[in-house]
T-cell receptor, first 115, second 117 residues
Framework: AAGVIQSPRHLIKEKRETATLKCYPIPRHDTVYWYQQGPGQDPQFLISFYEKMQSDKGSIPDRFSAQQFSDYHSELNMSSLELGDSALYFC??????????????FGPGTRLTVT | AQTVTQSQPEMSVQEAETVTLSCTYDTSESNYYLFWYKQPPSRQMILVIRQEAYKQQNATENRFSVNFQKAAKSFSLKISDSQLGDTAMYFCAFMNRNTGTASKLTFGTGTRLQVTL
């Protein structure tokens, strides 16, 4: 079965640079979520999109922005990168039916290292 | 706001034995999902099992089963016939179902399970 695709899988950036992470949801999934997982921590929710509209927002820094496109893929844009942004970034997708959202399936993650 | 607590940072079990991982949660919501996710050394987050709060019957997926006690807000995972491939970090997670928004997963801090020979 098709899974969530994330690219790139690894990314190395310097402080103050910009990074763009991409996510392609499972076919027929219309909802995308972004999570950040620091070393030894549980994933923390950043933001979610349903039908190309922002749906819920968590602890996402103002330096980060995201959007969902007409083909349902999503991009997370990160500017003015800081050392503390080094983490594993997960995208997850789910489907919606009758106003209810179902279980989230995760991609393999993008490992961002800021030097 | 909801919280998820996993009080066992690490556990160990021998191959072919049974192990139970604990999870408790706190919420004022009535309609929600609970999940167990597995994160092996590859760091992939893999959905193991889900439970819908309105269902009294405990979910089962092959060797994995849960003990869902709604009144006690407890949601434990039992792994039977443990295999070396079960070695991973296991996260318990909560998701509110009735908000009308694409709600976040709230995770516990995880239990690291080591399966030994």
């Amino acid at each position: 079965a098709a899974g969530v695709i994330q690219s790139p899988r690894h990314l190395i950036k310097e402080k103050r640079e910009t990074a763009t992470l991409k996510c392609y949801p499972i076919p027929r999934h219309d909802t995308v979520y972004w999570y950040q997982q620091g070393p030894g921590q549980d994933p923390q929710f950043l933001i979610s999109f349903y039908e190309k509209m922002q749906s819920d927002k968590g602890s996402i820094p103002d330096r980060f922005s995201a959007q969902q496109f007409s083909d349902y893929h999503s991009e997370l844009n990160m500017s003015s990168l800081e050392l503390g942004d080094s983490a594993l970034y997960f995208c997850a997708s789910s489907r919606q039916s009758g106003g209810r959202f179902y279980e989230q399936y995760f991609g393999p993650g993008t490992r961002l290292t800021v030097t | 706001a909801q919280t998820v607590t996993q009080s066992q940072p690490e556990m160990s079990v021998q191959e072919a034995e049974t192990v139970t991982l604990s999870c408790t949660y706190d919420t004022s919501e009535s309609n929600y999902y609970l999940f167990w996710y597995k994160q092996p050394p590859s760091r992939q987050m893999i959905l193991v099992i889900r439970q819908e709060a309105y269902k009294q019957q405990n979910a089962t997926e092959n060797r994995f089963s849960v003990n869902f006690q709604k009144a006690a807000k407890s949601f434990s995972l039992k792994i039977s016939d443990s295999q070396l491939g079960d070695t991973a970090m296991y996260f318990c997670a909560f998701m509110n179902r009735n908000t009308g928004t694409a709600s976040k997963l709230t995770f516990g801090t995880g239990t690291r399970l080591q399966v030994t020979l």
